[in-house]
């Protein structure tokens, strides 16, 4: 990219050896960024995937199968589904699914459980509580 981004929420393609990055933005849509994990140089250079309508990004997790995409804000979570090959640049156009998630003074982690079935959803700091949160069917 043109300029530096504050990038909190990070999601992993599984078998893509990528990672996907949400810039976190105070107001506005976040740009979306896809980056390789492959070995070679050490500096990557992020490719832009396009931006979704969500500020203050602050968690990323994909689903084991790499079909969601989950991104955690303070207040709620967005959930974006894509087809079998159907590129994220495509997917991330429509619009998400939203899911409340319970009130966190710092909600900084959220991530899939390894069946899908639930969000895990957490503050930052000593003494937090883990929520899990379930969702739809994937």
Not at 22 to 49: D, I
Not at 84 to 94: D, H, I, K, N, S
Not at 115 to 134: K, M, N, Q, Y
Request: charged content about 20%; proline content about 8%.
């Amino acid at each position: 990219p043109a300029k530096t981004h504050d990038c909190e929420a990070l999601a992993v393609e599984p078998d893509a050896n990528r990672a996907l990055l949400v810039a976190k933005t105070w107001w506005g849509s976040a740009p979306v960024f896809s980056v390789s994990l492959s070995a070679g140089s050490r500096v990557r250079v992020a490719e832009p995937l396009g931006s979704i309508p969500v500020s203050w990004a602050t968690a990323g997790s994909m689903s084991v199968d790499g079909r969601r995409l989950l991104v955690g804000t303070y207040g709620a979570a967005y959930l974006y589904r894509r087809g079998v090959g159907e590129p994220w640049a495509t997917a991330l156009r429509r619009s998400p699914e939203r899911i409340e998630l319970p009130v966190r003074p710092q909600g900084e982690g959220a991530a899939f459980s390894t069946d899908g079935r639930f969000i895990f959803a957490c503050s930052e700091g000593a003494h937090t509580v883990l929520w899990r949160v379930p969702i739809a069917a994937p």
